[in-house]
Each structure stands twice: as structure tokens, then as C-alpha cells.
């Protein structure tokens, strides 16, 4: 029995775009290719006919801050994200720690069990903040990842003494080191020259020059310690350039990774945003969002994720009187596809495969769930989306996302997210949920 055929749609794969069909069974694709060459289902459960929209793997973020019961109010968990993810088309979520550190073995079990009784997606888990290097590293992997997370500015700051040791056992125990590259020297100079606290200096308070120091530094250190290195939402163009050098060069993988955000806007729009902005790193000029565009064109951007951080409009708008109070970070899992396919694919920035590449299966490689996700192989999870061309205003009404706003509200998207089937079950259409809480499963990653 097919459970879901899916008829005329644009099927993209590495190579192109093809017109085609998927056929899905017990939770799994059965065959996607040109219509001659999947089997005609005699009795599926569903029959979706695409009516010629584009038909992707089911998006992967590796960098969501969903989960902290320590920080995020009541309405904003798991379960909520989650269903914001699935809307946009997200069907792989990799959770990473806000405020409460995930750094031993039985915190990695606990917040898996959490997020599983929420979660409407498959989820895997990062462990973090880690300052001390001297944590059970083995256990964690046993537990279920074998990414970590570490910082080389405040709130985690960790020494260099620490980050090295780190990578060096975690290189020494197949892992990767994911690392959040500002310089926190550079930020204390830079915020001590600061007399203000209106939202244009906060800008200012975290300048380009200590991204391109960290990540260097990071990449030494992943040499220096036979680590591979995921450096974690790069915000301009120059640090892509700075991490380059050490892919081209370095004995051990390094891979690159931006944001939403910093592809579109700049500190220019800051003026109109204010707080609505905020985020670290902080939004660069005009000419490094540009010069980030071609990175992300030429592939020294390996993914995009998104930093996704919940937080309720009423706590953001404060910043307008004092943005140093509100936390830095902004929303981005609902949006994150249909904002690369209409400031992106039909912009002509990227392609249709440039995109399945930086949204599915790249992140799924990186996630350590390639071909299982991001992809539409036969065997593999039928995670599918579809997504229709239409021209409309971006509002946060429009959104499943519960904080009421989007840093994009008012702009005008040519993309939207139309069906999402995620495990052989259609569980979203048109930004509308279907699934429930608790229906996603935990990706044990262990090597």
C-alpha cells in the first residue's frame, strides 16, 4: 500500500529540477523521478497533486533554541517551536542549549525525553555551553550526540586553554566542536567606547573585526588539536572568507554556516527595527551582506541555519528605550525557506539544488542524518515539502510562530510553503498544523 503519491510536481535533486512524482509507503519513499518511472499506486491513502509546485526534502535547521524551562515563558517550548518549524517547512530540528547547560550525560537524557513528549519534528540535541573541558565526553556520545557546543565570548566564555582541550577530546572521540566566534576582548573594548542605549550602538558593540579574530583563532585551534570545526552563524561576508582558508587547508572538515538574518538585513535597517533586530553576532554593513551573498553563491557557505530564538513581542519592544535589556536573537525556523526561495532562488542569488544543498542535505550531513534526511532517496524518511509560487505581504498573523512578530513583517515574498508531509503524514498546509505534540522522535547520533 502507498500511503502518499504526490502528482505533478517540480522534483529538485542535486543535479536540476525535473518534473515528477513521489510515491511514499510506511513512513518511507518508495520512488520520486520522472512520473515513467514511479510505480501508479493502485489505492493510496492520499493523492496530493503538486499542480506543478516545486518538491524539496524536508528542511533541516542545526541551529534551534527551542527548549529551556529555566528561560523561556510560558506558550514558548518545544511543542510551540516545533509547530512553527513544521509550518515553514522544517521537518529536522538540532536543538542546542539557550541558558541551562546540557554537559553531562543525564542532562542530554533528560532534555531528550522533554522535547520528545513535545516535539512535532524529529529533533537531535547539541551538547552545551561548555566552558570546563573536562566533562564526560564519552557518555554525551553514548547518550546521543557527538556535537558540542562552546563559546569564545560571554555569557560562556571559555579560555583557549579550555576550548583546546576540549577539541582535542572531542576530536580524539569523533565528534565536532561547534563554536560561536566573537573575540571577547575586542567586545569589551568596543562596548567601553559606547555612551548610549539606543538600538543603532548596540551594533557597534559587537564589531566586525572579532568574528574574523575568532574564527581564525578557532581554526588554528581545530588544526592544532585535530578537531573538525562547525563555525556557527557567520554574519559577513569577510568571515566567510576568514573560515575559507582553513577549509581549503585544514586536516580535518570545517564547515561554514550563516543565517537568514544576516543575508537579509544590514545595520542600516537597524534604525526602523530597533530591537527587532538584535541579535549576535550584530548585523554588519550593506557590503558585507552582499559579499555574504556570494558566499553562500559560490559554496564557501556550507549550510544555513537559523539561531532561532522564541522570544514575545512585548519583551523585544524595551529595547527601543534601552536596548542593552532585552536578549539578542531572532526567529527565523517558519521563514527561513520561504525567504531563500524569494530573496534567493528567484532573485536568481542561488538555484533550486544551491538550496537543497544549504537547507537539506547539507545540514543532514553535517547532522551526522544523511541520506535518512535531506534527501528523497528511496528507503529514506518521507520528509517532503512543497512550496508554491504567490506574491504576499510577510506578517507575523500569517505565521504559526506564537511571539507575535517577525523581523520580516511588511516585506514582500514571492514563496510560500505549501504542504509539508513529514514521516509519510501530511502534518501542515499552508502554515496551518496538522500534527501533535509528541509525534517526533529523538535522533539517537551516536558514532
Same mark, same amino acid.
Not at 60 to 80: N, W, Y
Not at 147 to 161: G, R
Not at 406 to 424: H, K, L
Given at each position: 500500500?502507498?500511503?502518499?503519491?504526490?502528482?505533478?510536481?517540480?522534483?529538485?535533486?542535486?543535479?536540476?529540477?525535473?518534473?515528477?512524482?513521489?510515491?511514499?509507503?510506511?513512513?518511507?519513499?518508495?520512488?520520486?523521478?520522472? %512520473? +515513467?518511472?514511479?510505480?501508479?499506486?493502485?489505492?493510496?491513502?492520499? $493523492?496530493? *497533486? @503538486?499542480? #506543478?509546485? !516545486?518538491?524539496?526534502?524536508?528542511?533541516?535547521?542545526?541551529?534551534?533554541?527551542?527548549?529551556?524551562?529555566?528561560?523561556?515563558?510560558?506558550?514558548?517550548?518545544?511543542?510551540?517551536?516545533?509547530?512553527?518549524?513544521?509550518?515553514?517547512?522544517?521537518?529536522?530540528?538540532?536543538?542546542?542549549?539557550?541558558?541551562?547547560?546540557?554537559?553531562?550525560?543525564?542532562?542530554?537524557?533528560?532534555?531528550?525525553?522533554?522535547?520528545?513528549?513535545?516535539?512535532?519534528?524529529?529533533?537531535?540535541?547539541?551538547?552545551?555551553?561548555?566552558?570546563?573541558?573536562?566533562?564526560?565526553?564519552?557518555?554525551?556520545?553514548?547518550?546521543?550526540?557527538?556535537?558540542?557546543?562552546?563559546?569564545?565570548?560571554?555569557?560562556?566564555? %571559555? +579560555?583557549?586553554?579550555?576550548?583546546?582541550?576540549?577539541?582535542?577530546? $572531542?576530536? *580524539? @572521540?569523533? #565528534?565536532? !566542536?561547534?563554536?560561536?566566534?566573537?573575540?571577547?576582548?575586542?567586545?569589551?573594548?568596543?562596548?567601553?567606547?559606547?555612551?548610549?542605549?539606543?538600538?543603532?550602538?548596540?551594533?557597534?558593540?559587537?564589531?566586525?573585526?572579532?568574528?574574523?579574530?575568532?574564527?581564525?583563532?578557532?581554526?588554528?585551534?581545530?588544526?592544532?588539536?585535530?578537531?573538525?570545526?562547525?563555525?556557527?552563524?557567520?554574519?559577513?561576508?569577510?568571515?566567510?572568507?576568514?573560515?575559507?582558508?582553513?577549509?581549503?587547508?585544514?586536516?580535518?572538515?570545517?564547515?561554514?554556516?550563516?543565517?537568514?538574518?544576516?543575508?537579509?538585513?544590514?545595520?542600516?535597517?537597524?534604525?526602523?527595527?530597533?530591537?527587532?533586530?538584535?541579535?549576535?553576532? +550584530?548585523?554588519?554593513?550593506?557590503?558585507?551582506?552582499?559579499?555574504?551573498?556570494?558566499?553562500?553563491?559560490?559554496?564557501?557557505?556550507?549550510?544555513?541555519?537559523?539561531?532561532?530564538?522564541?522570544?514575545?513581542?512585548?519583551?523585544?519592544?524595551?529595547?527601543?528605550?534601552?536596548?542593552?535589556?532585552?536578549?539578542?536573537?531572532?526567529?527565523?525556523?517558519?521563514?527561513?525557506?520561504?525567504?531563500?526561495?524569494?530573496?534567493?532562488?528567484?532573485?536568481?542569488?542561488?538555484?533550486?539544488?544551491?538550496?537543497?544543498?544549504?537547507?537539506?542535505?547539507?545540514?543532514?550531513?553535517?547532522?551526522?542524518?544523511?541520506?535518512?534526511?535531506?534527501?528523497?532517496?528511496?528507503?529514506?524518511?518521507?520528509?517532503?515539502?512543497?512550496?508554491?509560487?504567490?506574491?504576499?505581504?510577510?506578517?507575523?498573523?500569517?505565521?504559526?510562530?506564537?511571539?507575535?512578530?517577525?523581523?520580516?513583517?511588511?516585506?514582500?515574498?514571492?514563496?510560500?510553503?505549501?504542504?509539508?508531509?513529514?514521516?509519510?503524514?501530511?502534518?501542515?498546509?499552508?502554515?496551518?498544523?496538522?500534527?501533535?505534540?509528541?509525534?517526533?522522535?529523538?535522533?539517537?547520533?551516536?558514532?
Amino acid at each position: 500500500m502507498t500511503d502518499v503519491h504526490i502528482k505533478d510536481a517540480q522534483v529538485v535533486t542535486a543535479s536540476g529540477i525535473q518534473h515528477g512524482e513521489i510515491a511514499i509507503s510506511d513512513g518511507t519513499i518508495d520512488a520520486a523521478g520522472p %512520473a +515513467s518511472s514511479v510505480p501508479t499506486p493502485s489505492d493510496p491513502d492520499t $493523492v496530493i *497533486d @503538486a499542480d #506543478g509546485m !516545486v518538491a524539496l526534502p524536508g528542511a533541516i535547521d542545526v541551529h534551534t533554541h527551542m527548549h529551556d524551562d529555566e528561560l523561556f515563558p510560558d506558550g514558548i517550548d518545544f511543542a510551540s517551536q516545533t509547530a512553527s518549524a513544521v509550518a515553514g517547512g522544517v521537518t529536522t530540528v538540532i536543538e542546542l542549549p539557550t541558558q541551562t547547560p546540557v554537559t553531562t550525560p543525564e542532562a542530554m537524557q533528560e532534555k531528550a525525553a522533554a522535547c520528545s513528549a513535545l516535539a512535532h519534528v524529529d529533533f537531535g540535541l547539541v551538547a552545551g555551553n561548555v566552558q570546563d573541558p573536562d566533562i564526560d565526553v564519552a557518555g554525551i556520545v553514548d547518550a546521543g550526540t557527538a556535537d558540542f557546543k562552546t563559546f569564545t565570548a560571554d555569557p560562556y566564555l %571559555a +579560555s583557549d586553554a579550555s576550548i583546546a582541550r576540549l577539541m582535542r577530546r $572531542v576530536g *580524539d @572521540a569523533g #565528534g565536532t !566542536v561547534r563554536v560561536h566566534c566573537e573575540t571577547q576582548g575586542l567586545l569589551d573594548d568596543a562596548r567601553s567606547a559606547i555612551d548610549g542605549d539606543e538600538p543603532e550602538v548596540y551594533m557597534d558593540s559587537r564589531p566586525l573585526e572579532a568574528e574574523l579574530d575568532a574564527i581564525s583563532r578557532a581554526g588554528y585551534f581545530a588544526e592544532y588539536a585535530d578537531c573538525p570545526l562547525h563555525v556557527v552563524h557567520i554574519s559577513s561576508g569577510s568571515g566567510a572568507r576568514e573560515g575559507d582558508r582553513f577549509k581549503s587547508r585544514a586536516n580535518v572538515p570545517v564547515t561554514l554556516e550563516t543565517c537568514p538574518q544576516y543575508l537579509a538585513f544590514s545595520k542600516g535597517d537597524v534604525a526602523e527595527h530597533g530591537p527587532f533586530l538584535k541579535v549576535n553576532p +550584530s548585523l554588519k554593513s550593506d557590503a558585507e551582506r552582499e559579499r555574504l551573498w556570494d558566499a553562500v553563491q559560490d559554496g564557501t557557505i556550507d549550510l544555513i541555519g537559523t539561531d532561532h530564538f522564541p522570544t514575545y513581542r512585548e519583551t523585544r519592544d524595551v529595547g527601543w528605550d534601552d536596548i542593552w535589556e532585552p536578549y539578542a536573537g531572532l526567529p527565523g525556523v517558519e521563514t527561513m525557506v520561504e525567504f531563500l526561495v524569494s530573496e534567493g532562488v528567484h532573485e536568481d542569488r542561488i538555484s533550486w539544488p544551491r538550496l537543497r544543498e544549504l537547507v537539506c542535505a547539507a545540514p543532514a550531513q553535517n547532522a551526522g542524518i544523511y541520506p535518512k534526511k535531506g534527501s528523497l532517496q528511496v528507503g529514506t524518511d518521507a520528509d517532503v515539502m512543497l512550496v508554491r509560487t504567490e506574491e504576499y505581504e510577510v506578517t507575523a498573523d500569517g505565521l504559526t510562530f506564537v511571539g507575535g512578530w517577525t523581523p520580516y513583517e511588511g516585506q514582500q515574498w514571492s514563496a510560500r510553503v505549501d504542504t509539508v508531509v513529514a514521516g509519510g503524514e501530511v502534518v501542515a498546509k499552508d502554515h496551518e498544523v496538522q500534527s501533535t505534540a509528541g509525534r517526533g522522535q529523538f535522533l539517537d547520533r551516536p558514532l
